[in-house]
């Protein structure tokens, strides 16, 4: 194994160790949601028009927490 494979080894065990420990520490797509937020919320203060895309995905996102809410009341 030559040395940048070793590299290419231990970078991809980190970084199944740091997705482990993100999961663990935000279960339940929390970041996902933080992301999420926070992007539309730079959209919004930059005024930069977010893709159709994302737009509906935000849109969707928000309207099943809606509805997960209402129905947990």
Partial sequence: ???RD???KANNLT???IDAIITENHKYGDENA???KEI????DALNVPLSAEFE??????ESVKAEV???LK
């Fill in 1 to 3: 194994m030559t040395n």
């Fill in 6 to 8: 070793k590299i290419i």
């Fill in 15 to 17: 970084g199944l160790e």
């Fill in 34 to 36: 933080l992301l999420r």
């Fill in 40 to 43: 539309k919320r730079l959209a």
């Fill in 56 to 61: 509906a995905y935000y849109n969707e996102a």
């Fill in 69 to 71: 809410k209402a129905r």
